[in-house]
């Protein structure tokens, strides 16, 4: 990083040919932001056209003027007619949304650290099988267990109960956050943990006081991309879920959208924008995390 | 920290054997301690994963509707499948289409954009925001319905056809145009793989480039001899996640086509006629037959790309 800084710093006396090369450079520069700024106008367009749909009434949405993402004047009933379209109001999919949300972060958090430590720390038989059983449950598609698990939560009855969608998650189902904490914990010093022990410490001990609070950062990523991939999940909700009181976001927006056909777009994008808040929320918050989760794991 | 796991990390992991414990009672104690913590995750695997990948095994060869009991019929799901179902055809050339283009599309997509962003730019976190926004958010059924009017009739895009002086075409009812309504919005997805390309380049020593400017090598070569080969394990690595993840995609499918697949089967996912077959018309046994497929398939890519990869994945000089 120092190195490129050189170049560019301000010096009083320039050799004209060195000039004419740095505003050569600096053009260059230009037009690559101008690139840059048009892909991400690009990116962005189709959400500030949704949010800006959320506040124009029908007819605008469908005007000769629609590509225009910004109303004329701001309409706020679509969120009013959207919030209670459905007979179920939006604040019952939210509160389903979040229960299941808060039940599988409890549950990864509990399992996948308890996992991780043992993966990581300790010695065991057939430890090496294990661990190569967990790798190969990352590549396997969850459709190959979706028979089985289904029948086997109709059989408990569990079936349009939110519990098929959380019980799983507490027992370390979700490899890539075993994966993650494995890959946390292998960077903190083992001297902690040797020295607690010869103090006394139990291996319960030292995972409670020292690896957890050390882990931090690593439960914060998987509490995070817990919420996101539960919240926008929509295949287990689909199948487990059937009625309306129990629906959750994401299927309170796809029966609405089932319900109205296509006539009530208004309040339809009004809802979809809510619906992206909790999410979007997170990333302003933890961007950091969230970027550094993706960059050492893979995470989606 | 090195940031990305490779498989070399992995291998080298599982052959990494603790120190021989000298005391037998303290490897016991450790034996056990081990076992309690990975209980929950033991029964995770035993009654959520290899158990219920066991008993789909044996119902892919059963006739079964979950009322009564499952009906032994052998090979018969499979030979229909392929011999006499067009709709499972159809499926397979529906996600093998869409998994050729968009991964190779997102991939070449996050690597151009994560090398220019590499590059000491202003503003380099408000781009990389940006474009990571889409991942996070594109899985959603809020996104999808979003596709459906921006591609459907009367939809942004047709009125832009429109404003060109074009016909008004609602890709989405169109057989030929529909699957590509999804391809784009997964590209539009390609934020996350160019997070982890940018932590890769971030890797690469900057002499390297230093000395090839040096030498009068232009930026196309540098990138070509330097930046493309010491990727090509982060490469490697995101083409197999996003493989993995096209394969099993099913929300945009069933929301734009409103659960059929349509029009003409067009967007008819893999994984959208799985749910059909199985939570439609209760046919259990063809929808597990169906899941084992897509493991094989799954695994015979993976399988490629594994077997291939000694020969473009670059390890370093410290390969054994």
């Known amino acids: 990083m120092a190195i490129i800084s050189v170049g560019t710093s301000a010096t009083t006396r320039v050799p004209v040919q060195q000039l004419s090369k740095r505003r050569k450079h600096s053009t260059a520069r230009w037009i690559l932001h101008i690139v840059l700024i048009a892909c991400a106008i690009v990116m962005v367009y189709p959400l500030i056209w949704m949010i800006g749909a959320s506040l124009k009434s029908d007819q605008a949405i469908f005007s000769n003027n629609s590509l225009n993402p910004f109303p004329a004047n701001l309409k706020f009933d679509n969120y009013v007619q959207g919030w209670v379209a459905s007979g179920t109001t939006f604040g019952t999919f939210f509160l389903n949304s979040f229960l299941i949300c808060i039940g599988a972060i409890i549950g990864n958090l509990i399992s996948c650290s308890l996992a991780a430590y043992a993966f990581a720390r300790m010695k065991f038989k057939l430890r090496g099988v294990w661990f190569a059983l967990m790798l190969g449950t990352l590549l396997l598609p969850s459709q190959v267990t979706l028979v089985p698990q289904y029948v086997f939560f109709h059989a408990l009855g569990w079936t349009n109960s939110i519990l098929p969608l959380i019980v799983p998650k507490f027992f370390g189902v979700e490899s890539f956050f075993v994966f993650l904490m494995i890959q946390f914990i292998r960077g903190i010093p083992i001297e902690l943990e040797q020295a607690a022990m010869v103090d006394g410490a139990s291996r319960f001990q030292i995972f409670s006081r020292i690896i957890l609070p050390l882990l931090s950062p690593a439960l914060v990523t998987t509490t995070i991309f817990t919420f996101i991939w539960t919240y926008n999940d929509f295949f287990g909700q689909l199948i487990y879920l059937s009625s309306q009181s129990k629906f959750t976001v994401a299927l309170g927006l796809q029966s609405f959208l089932d319900a109205s056909g296509e006539s009530a777009w208004g309040p339809m994008f009004a809802m979809t924008t809510l619906s992206l808040v909790p999410v979007f929320l997170l990333f302003v918050f933890f961007q950091k995390r969230l970027i550094e989760g993706v960059a050492t794991t893979g995470l989606k | ?320």
């Not at chain 2, 070399?8 to 005391?23: C, G, N, Q, T």
């Not at chain 2, 991964?103 to 090398?115: D, K």
């Not at chain 2, 059924?141 to 895009?157: C, D, K, P, T, Y």
């Not at chain 2, 993840?245 to 697949?261: L, N």
């Open chain 2, 1 to 320: 920290m090195s940031g990305l796991l490779t498989i070399r990390d992995l291998s080298a992991f599982i052959e990494r054997r603790p120190p021989r414990e000298s005391r037998i009672r303290k490897s016991l104690s450790e034996n056990v301690a081990g076992y309690i913590f990975l209980v929950p995750w033991l029964l995770g695997i035993l009654f959520f994963v290899g158990g219920p990948a066991l008993v789909s095994l044996y119902l892919s060869f059963t006739n079964f509707n979950l009322l009564s009991a499952p009906k032994w019929i052998g090979l018969q799901n499979y030979i229909q499948m392929f011999t006499l179902d067009p709709q499972y055809i159809a499926s397979l050339g529906v996600t093998f289409t869409y998994v050729l283009f968009a991964v190779p599309l997102s991939l070449a997509g996050a690597l151009v954009l994560a090398t220019v962003l590499n590059r000491d730019i202003k503003g380099i976190g408000l781009y990389r925001a940006i474009y990571y926004v889409p991942s996070l958010l594109g899985g959603s059924v809020a996104i999808a319905i979003l596709w459906r009017q921006i591609f459907g009739s009367s939809g942004l895009v047709s009125k832009a056809y429109e404003f060109f002086g074009l016909p008004p075409t609602s890709w989405i009812s169109t057989p030929s145009h529909a699957l590509w309504t999804l391809i784009i919005l997964h590209v539009w997805q390609f934020g996350s793989p160019m997070i982890i390309f940018l932590a890769g380049l971030k890797q690469i020593p900057r002499e390297l480039y230093e000395a090839a400017a040096v030498d009068g090598a232009p930026r196309w070569r540098q990138f070509v001899s330097i930046t493309l080969p010491l990727l090509t394990p982060i490469i490697f690595f995101n083409l197999v996640l996003q493989m993995i993840y096209a394969f099993q995609a099913f929300t945009p499918a069933f929301v734009v086509s409103s659960g059929t697949g349509g029009p003409a089967n067009s967007t008819l996912f893999y994984t959208l006629y799985l749910y059909q077959q199985g939570f439609a018309n209760f046919r259990m046994g063809y929808a597990s037959a169906m899941g084992w497929i897509l493991l094989v398939i799954i695994g015979i890519f993976a399988a490629i790309a594994f077997s291939t990869s000694r020969y473009w994945v670059y390890y370093g000089n410290d390969r054994d």
